[in-house]
């Protein structure tokens, strides 16, 4: 029988700095919960709004898998590997930090925030190379779980070092679809950007998170037109 977990929203660490407004699906930082320091290899789900203007400074990360999917506005990005880049909605941005690199991000728009997902995963090499990448992702398709992460380089979507895989979806009102594992001893936290959604028959609402494991399969069915983020990592690593 699969074994389920709901975060509800209201029930997020939340961080106000001014500048950055961030809600905590997993301890970071300030933030601790015993009971919500990960999700199998998915150790952080940050909810961030920068505002214009506004940004990281320049900061390290080593041995994690680190994901950014920005929502509304921009992001301007800067690294030790020397990449420049500009990442707004529709895209996805990776950085596998390996033996360690230096980043910061910043939002050059300043009438505008930024709203984007920050999104840690364990990986299953350490101190690899640092590696940088981003690519436009589908934003169109409606009614389908549409990939944008894998553990392999020529599969659709960015790669990272971990037998994971995220998938974007915007449901309309009504629609069911079946998601089928990748393998076996892996779970699914689904992340709710909008809308309301019937996982496994329990209801999962805006900003939510609802985990699932120990099982191969699942029904998604959206109760309203929905758009929400699939991530399924190894639940033991």
Known sequence: MAQTVLHTADTRGAADHGWLKSFHSFSFAGYYNPDRVHF??????????????MGFGEHPHDNMEIISIPLEGELQHKDSLGNTATIKSGEIQVMSA?????????????????????????????????RYDQITIDATTRNEFVQVLSPNADDA???IYQVAWFNMARFDGNTTKTYQLHKEGNG??????????????????????FGIWDTDQFEVTAGTDAEFLLMEVPMKF
């Open 40 to 53: 199998g290899a998915l150790r952080v789900l940050n909810d961030d709004f920068v505002t214009g203007g």
């Open 98 to 130: 390996g033996t360690g690199v230096y980043h910061s991000e910043y939002n050059p728009d300043a009438a505008h925030p930024a709203k984007f997902l920050q999104i840690w995963v364990f990986p299953n090499k350490r101190n690899v190379t640092p």
């Open 157 to 159: 979507g960015v790669w």
């Open 188 to 209: 699914v936290y689904i992340f709710v950007l909008k809308g309301s959604l019937k996982v496994d028959g329990k209801e999962v609402n805006t900003r939510d998170g």
